[in-house]
């Protein structure tokens, strides 16, 4: 079945780039699906952050899109979330799953499954 | 922005019937989703669609849409279901509701 693990530094300094990577087994994200990033603040809720197309079309959450990045690497079957300029605020548990888009037909969609998320810290 | 709207908290017995709201302006045209998360784990898709059961859920979750508001609905609560309950929908973009705690008695 379908597996995705997040993969990236735990602690990422103010001001700096957060990155992080989604590794994709079980299926070719040349396949199809969107495949997209949320994150959850500790204690908190869900926030969407942006979701790609194999074909590398983008839409990010318009709270976030100036300081976000996600881009794909089909050959090595895997995406990638960069946030810029981060702060204690983006301290939080990311998550990448695949988004199904296609038989929702409402234009979004919905997530599953999803990876087992990996806590950034943003601390000097 | 967009909001969805959910209460905080919800607490049932075991084995009665726990109903979790999802109210937003753009829900009669938009479809909703819900996603149980436990403690420590990733969010898991419980409902799509408004009311479609992925494989593997049990029949004991079911949902239903009446206007600007959603509602997932648990039947026979169990001790398991014990978790946060999180409806998304979207209207520019993706949004997800604030959560729920389900707290069984």
């Known amino acids: 079945q379908v597996q995705l693990q997040e993969s990236g530094p735990g602690l990422v300094k103010p001001s700096e780039t957060l990155s992080l990577t989604c590794a994709v087994s079980g299926y070719s994200i040349s396949s199809g699906y969107y495949w997209g990033w949320i994150r959850q603040p500790p204690g908190k809720g869900l926030e969407w952050i942006g979701s790609i197309y194999h074909s590398g079309s983008t839409y990010y959450n318009p709270s976030l899109k100036s300081r976000v990045t996600i881009s794909v690497d089909t050959s090595k079957n895997q995406f990638s979330l960069k946030l810029s300029s981060v702060t204690a605020a983006d301290t939080a548990v990311y998550y990448c799953?695949?988004?199904?888009?296609?038989?929702?037909?409402?234009?979004?969609?919905?997530?599953?499954?999803w990876g087992q998320g990996t806590l950034v810290t943003v601390s000097s | 922005s967009y909001e969805l709207t959910q209460p905080p908290s919800v607490s049932v017995s075991p084995g009665q019937t726990a109903r979790i709201t999802c109210s937003g302006d753009?829900?009669?045209?938009?479809?909703a989703y819900w996603y149980q998360q436990k403690p420590g784990q990733a969010p898991v898709l419980v409902i799509y669609?408004?009311?479609e059961r992925p494989s593997g859920i049990p029949e004991r979750f079911s949902g239903s849409s009446s206007g600007t508001t959603v509602t997932l609905t648990i039947s026979g609560v169990q001790a398991e279901d014990e978790a946060d309950y999180y409806c998304?929908?979207?209207?520019?973009?993706?949004?997800f509701g604030g959560g729920t705690k389900l707290t069984v008695l």
């Open positions: 753009a829900l009669p045209k938009q479809y």
């Open positions: 669609k408004d009311s």
């Open positions: 799953a695949r988004q199904d888009i296609a038989a929702a037909s409402d234009g979004w969609g919905w997530f599953d499954p």
């Open positions: 998304q929908s979207a209207d520019s973009s993706v949004v």
